[in-house]
């Protein structure tokens, strides 16, 4: 067994490798919620009930339509963020000049609702969902195992997070979508749809949840529960990173993901709140959080 200075290297590794995985999944669901509020002012409490959704329509495509995990990978972020632009335009439109408030409490009922209705469905038990075949397996590495679908979760992540901060942060489609939010007045005036830009950014941002509980499903039990589970987590990662910051939602959500599993290892007994200290001491000492702007 491999140590340094008593520390089990397997052990120290394993955790990380689980921290890393939960961080990525953490960057997703909160660069989503960070997108909602950043650029609408909403707060989706729905979100975890989104990454459920995502889940479940995963496992539901592949037992009754056949439809295998890869392009389950694309078809059901779009029918989640479709659900999100139904739910925008529909629901959270009329309220749109209201306290944010509403939409808080709009939200949080939609999730309450899909969540009883998949646990009427279903039952709260949870249901397991296939590897696919390419990603079985794994590699040994010097301290530790890692199957290869562990890594494909870490790297799709990183991929379609760097993809969605250069798309907001560098691109003329972000620059009008910032611009749409800050100044929508001024941009209808040049001739922009704004509703429709409002409408489509909801619904990316509910898609990543969409697209995370599609790679949660061969990790994760497939249940009613596991968004619920994950949401406050995940809006604790949005405060310390700072509301609506693109980028801090990103990194926070990684780094958080890698201080529980560190956690996890040195002081298991702390690990299922050491999140909510790191929240704590991040808004006694900076506010707007650790990227985010003073208002």
């Known amino acids: 067994m491999a140590t340094f200075l008593g520390i089990n290297l397997f052990g120290l590794f394993g955790q990380l490798l689980v921290g890393l995985i939960n961080g990525s999944f953490y960057a997703l669901l909160s660069l989503g919620l960070a997108i909602i509020f950043g650029l609408l002012k909403i707060i989706n409490f729905a979100q975890g009930a989104m990454y459920m959704l995502g889940a479940f329509f995963a496992w539901m495509a592949l ?146 949840a969409g697209f995370a509980g599609v790679m949660a499903a061969p990790v994760y039990s497939v249940s009613p529960d596991m968004g619920s589970n994950m949401l406050i987590v995940v809006f604790a990662i949005v405060v310390i990173g700072g509301m609506g910051s693109i980028g801090g939602a990103i990194l926070t959500g990684l780094g958080m993901g890698v201080v529980e599993g560190l956690t996890k290892y040195f002081y298991p007994e702390a690990s299922t709140t050491v999140i909510f200290a790191v929240m704590v001491i991040v808004l006694l000492t900076k506010p707007a959080g650790l990227f985010g702007k003073e208002a």
């Not at 899909?114 to 590699?139: R, V």
């Not at 749409?180 to 990316?204: K, R, Y």
Request: charged letters at 10%; one cysteine or more; glycine letters at 10%.
């Open 63 to 208: 037992h009754y339509m056949g439809i295998n995990y890869w392009a389950a990978l694309i078809v059901v972020p779009l029918a989640v963020g479709f659900i999100g632009v139904m739910m925008e335009r529909y629901l959270l439109r009329p309220i749109a000049n209201e306290d944010h408030l509403y939409s808080l409490l709009l939200t949080f009922g939609i999730a309450l609702i899909l969540q009883g209705a998949f646990t009427h469905m279903f039952g709260s038990s949870g249901m397991s969902y296939a590897i696919p075949e390419e990603l079985k397996g794994g590699n040994r590495l010097p301290f530790m195992y890692l199957p290869n679908y562990r890594a494909w979760i870490i790297v799709a992540s990183l991929i379609v997070c760097a993809g969605t901060w250069y798309m907001i942060e560098k691109t003329k489609l972000g620059a009008y979508l910032r611009a749409g939010t800050e100044n929508p007045s001024m941009m209808q005036a040049f001739g922009i749809n704004v509703p429709l830009i409002v409408t489509l950014t909801f619904g990316f941002g509910v898609g990543l």
